[in-house]
């Protein structure tokens, strides 16, 4: 866990205001510890993300909500991919072929139109 303080410390670029605008739009999550703030590991990764947007991408605060929603929905997907992986690995050996052999059909009916 970080500190408001030791945040604003590693990332030199970040100002105040920004990081509570980022924790009022639940951008960031962190956990209320009295008066203070602390920052878990996801929450100090979704900063330094939101700050590689901005610089890289050069996407303005406007833009950001957008983008961020994005990403999320991505992230959601291949947390579900990946559990309907593990549950279509524990199926028989027939089940997992006649899955395969559905997605080839629908691919390929759907490439026709």
Not at 73 to 97: F, I, K, N, T
Request: with cysteine; hydrophobic share 45%.
């Amino acid at each position: 866990m970080m500190t408001f303080d030791e945040l604003l410390d590693r990332y030199r670029g970040l100002k105040m205001g920004e990081l509570r605008a980022w924790i009022a739009e639940g951008w960031v999550r962190p956990e209320r510890s009295g008066e203070s703030w602390r920052f878990a590991e996801v929450d100090v990764a979704r900063v330094e993300l939101i700050l590689e947007i901005r610089r890289e991408f050069a996407i303005d605060e406007e833009g950001l909500p957008l983008v961020l929603s994005l990403l999320d929905q991505v992230y959601a997907l291949r947390r579900q991919m990946g559990r309907l992986c593990d549950v279509l690995a524990a199926q028989p050996s027939e089940v997992q072929a006649a899955i395969r052999q559905a997605l080839r059909s629908a691919g390929e009916k759907k490439g026709r139109s």
